[in-house]
């Protein structure tokens, strides 16, 4: 038989000539991508058979018991829905209904910019989906376009306009010494960015720091920008989570429309209604008029296409069944209170607990920040003690999620940070 055949088994088979690719060399380049910083903690965390051990790194609410929640208004939603929902694809676009709600808590109930039809808006596959098509965008129609992302950001963000082949700038945000914001150093990084540059801006509960702007700071950036003429694109992933209440969270977005700024926002309803496995979001796009707005949606939808194709049917109801309702709608702005107040309570908790161990650190920042997530001012050095010592375990820029706080963990936590710290 020839040489460039084999027999297996009976089977008589051609053997590939020579300098032929193997099969198992296609990807023998492919090295193992660096773990995610965040879910890595996770990861480790489930891995760790302590009994003590306690989880403050991931992103999502917990009660106080340390237990993943479901809305009451999610399980009267769900009810409702019942056996009604089929199976058919929603549009490029997405739920209209749901899209419909979910600007008028962006942009108020009475916008007049929603009654002209001047949005370009579409259902996008919860926050992330929603930042990347924005990136897409971007890089499409502005090819030579580049975004300014703040110092530090939610990690994320970095990957997402780096896909996107869009370049990155960065301006200052967090100012580590006071543990605020660098709002002198922010404004001077607005002021000498090229004039119409794209700014990418947490309209609330700033991820990870969870230091915001005051409503006379606000102010202040959107009216520099006016001056520079910066495209505002604003990720608000924490609306009403934040304070609890929907309207003061969406206070930053509503400053720089009235100043007749033109914007772009991404939503969530991952965190405020807890649909985190769901990826119920939303992208919009202010536009000069009904007719730009028609040609940016429908652009919108043309990039969706080749990357879903449409989205997910169900976490829409979800949502369009609870904003519509004015019953549901008032049991879910009770909930986001509730949640909202819990986190509250925990910083006070967590600050009240390090200052009766007599920490020689200032703790005040841990109250004043808002949000999910507190940065406490750890280095990295003494989170991996807190996860060596005391199996405590979060991100090792020091953000702590003050989900994962519960009267059952804030005294050992505050000891723990207490025993890393006090030496300075």
């Known amino acids: 038989m020839a040489s460039n055949t084999t027999i297996c088994r009976g089977i008589i088979r051609k053997n590939p000539p020579y300098g032929f690719r193997s099969m198992s060399s296609w990807w023998k380049n492919v090295e193992p991508a660096p773990k995610d ?10 891995a760790d058979p302590s009994p003590d051990k306690v989880n403050v790194g991931v992103g999502a609410y917990r009660d106080d018991n340390g237990k993943p929640v479901v809305l009451e208004c999610v399980r009267e939603a769900e009810r409702r829905i019942g056996g ?7 549009p490029m676009g997405g739920s209209v209904k749901m899209v419909e709600e979910t600007l008028k808590l962006a942009y108020g109930e009475n916008c007049d910019f929603i009654k002209e039809k001047r949005i370009a808006a579409v259902q996008a596959l ?8 924005f990136a897409d965008f971007q890089k499409r129609f502005l090819p030579d376009s580049q975004i300014y992302i703040p110092v530090p950001t939610w990690a994320n963000h970095h990957n997402i306009w780096r896909d996107a082949h869009v370049p990155q700038r960065t301006f200052h945000y967090y ?18 960015a090229p004039n119409g540059s794209f700014f990418l801006l947490h309209a609330c509960a700033h991820n990870p720091t969870g230091v915001d702007p005051s409503e006379e700071q606000w102010r202040e950036i959107s009216y520099q920008f006016k001056v520079k003429n ?20 969406a206070k930053a977005i509503r400053i720089f429309l009235e100043d007749g700024h033109l914007i772009g926002c991404a939503q969530s309803y991952a965190k405020n209604m807890g649909l985190y496995g769901q ?23 043309q990039l969706a296409r080749p990357m879903y194709s449409n989205p997910p ?22 909930e986001v209170q509730i949640m909202a107040d819990r986190i509250i309570g925990m910083r006070t908790a967590l600050r009240e607990n390090l200052e009766k161990l007599r920490s020689p650190l200032s703790w005040e920042h841990i109250t004043k920040q808002i949000g999910m997530f507190c940065y406490s001012g750890m280095t990295p050095e003494q989170v991996d003690r807190l996860t ?12 702590i999620s003050m989900a994962g706080v519960t009267t059952g963990n804030v005294g050992y936590l505050a000891n723990a940070i207490h025993e890393v710290t006090k030496s300075g």
């Not at 009604?84 to 929603?90: I, K």
């Open 388 to 399: 060596k010592e005391f199996h405590i375990y979060m991100t090792r820029n020091g953000r």
């Open 126 to 133: 919860s926050g992330t989906g929603a930042c990347r098509l």
């Open 230 to 249: 910066h495209f505002p694109f604003f990720d608000m992933a924490y609306q009403g989570f934040a304070s609890g209440d929907p309207e003061r969270d």
């Open 279 to 301: 990826r119920v979001g939303c992208l919009s796009v202010l536009c000069e008029d009904e007719k730009q707005a028609i040609a940016v949606k429908s652009q919108l939808q």
């Open 84 to 90: 009604h929902l089929n199976m058919e694809y929603l």
């Open 313 to 334: 049917v169900h976490g829409a109801l979800i949502v369009s069944t609870i904003l519509s309702d004015p019953e549901l709608k008032n049991l879910w702005l009770k």
């Open 37 to 46: 910083p965040i879910l890595g903690v996770t990861e480790a965390f489930l």
């Open 175 to 192: 100012h580590p010494e006071t543990k605020g914001l660098d709002f002198a150093s922010l404004m001077d990084d607005v002021k000498h």
